[in-house]
């Protein structure tokens, strides 16, 4: 019998490279169902421990599966309607809020008339926001590519639940090794604590954001707050691009004060939320280096879009454990300093600077 030839260690990391670079275009060519695939296996974490513990009551696991994803499919298809809701009223009220900045640019301009700063050909009817809503319009997913996006989601959750209890012994039949099975396990529930403890803030904060814009009297209030619990889940900058659309209405409709005071609230609530709420919620700090979840950002925003921005980090984090789990592949998560995430060990200070990537802007 003849052995199999074995390849030069160099010129198997080519190989792998360049597979590598293949399987990232790949990626981006299916990023449909990629994105499908990934919402899904997201949300079954989020909602599996609500249907493990309903199984633990003696409830069947279909019952339960099924309780579960009818909570959770009314809870997604109210966050639809107040988008929606809240983005035909925007659009309606276009003529007001046209009004409104004309008002608002007037008063600049006239500042700076005052102060002698020549404006030039601007004027205040330059920006058209009619123009703007129907670039929007015309570039939001439609109603029906919605449902049925939202309908391979709901399928594609439901079957991940029924299999997740079985996949973590498929998993230990797969890997032949106990030391890599341990670190997979720890990493998987690592993985699962930070989706919910980030879900569980990100509600939190919606809630309290667009609650603040409500009592306040700001335009589509709802919105806001919606858009603030999905964007929250982009490490950084997600806190900021949810709430540039609510500064730009107090705006309109408040002045300058009305702005400053949505921006008083954001930070107020970042320090609230992300600190002692968010420490209340997790069991342990998910310490990530600043660097891999930027890039995370970047890559997984160019591949799948927005959804790949809104949950690069668990992406991330599953990429990382199936680098774990190869013994050619490991040294990356060395090299990326997240190696300590699969042995349960602490960094020293003293190595790298490490941050809390889920609070952190």
């Not at 309606?92 to 008063?107: D, F, G, H, M, V």
């Not at 799948?304 to 190869?326: D, E, H, K, R, Y």
């Amino acid at each position: 019998m003849t052995e199999s030839p074995v390849l030069p260690r160099h010129l198997s990391t080519v190989l792998l490279l360049t597979a590598l670079v293949f399987l990232i275009i790949g990626i981006q060519a299916i990023g449909y169902i990629i994105t499908i695939i990934a919402v899904s296996v997201i949300l079954a974490m989020i909602v599996y421990p609500a249907t493990r513990a309903l199984r633990s009551r003696g409830l069947p696991e279909i019952a339960a599966v099924g309780a579960v994803t009818i909570v959770a499919g009314l809870a997604v298809l109210l966050m639809c309607y107040l988008v929606f809701f809240s983005f035909e009223n925007l659009v309606s009220a276009i003529p007001l809020y046209q009004r409104e900045l004309t008002a608002r640019l007037s008063e600049i301009i006239a500042l700076l008339d005052r102060y002698g700063i020549e404006t030039g050909s601007f004027t205040p009817s330059s920006v058209n926001l009619q123009g703007f809503a129907g670039f929007l319009s015309s570039s939001a997913i439609s109603i029906a590519d919605l449902l049925l996006y939202l309908f391979f989601i709901v399928v594609t959750t439901i079957f991940t639940l029924f299999e997740a209890p079985r996949m973590p012994g498929r998993i230990q039949r797969v890997l032949k090794r106990d030391e890599a099975a341990e670190a997979f396990s720890r990493m998987s529930r690592f993985l699962i604590d930070f989706v919910i403890v980030r879900t569980e803030a990100n509600l939190v904060h919606g809630f309290l954001f667009g609650g603040f814009l409500w009592v306040m009297g700001v335009h589509a209030a709802a919105l806001w707050g919606v858009l603030t619990f999905l964007l929250s889940y982009i490490p950084y900058i997600g806190l900021v691009i949810a709430a540039l659309p609510a500064i730009f209405f107090a705006w309109l409709q408040f002045g300058i004060w009305g702005a400053l005071a949505v921006i008083a609230a954001v930070v107020v609530l970042n320090m609230l939320v992300e600190n002692p709420i968010y420490a209340h919620f997790a069991s342990r700090r998910f310490d990530i280096p600043a660097l891999v979840v930027i890039l995370s950002v970047i890559f997984w925003g160019w591949a799948l879009g927005v959804a790949g921005m809104i949950f690069a980090v668990p992406l991330t984090l599953i990429v990382l454990m199936v680098f774990q789990a190869s013994r050619d592949w490991a040294w990356v998560n060395t090299l990326l300093g997240v190696d300590h995430l699969f042995t349960g060990e602490r960094v020293p200070p003293a190595e790298t600077r490490e941050i809390d990537t889920p609070p952190a802007r």
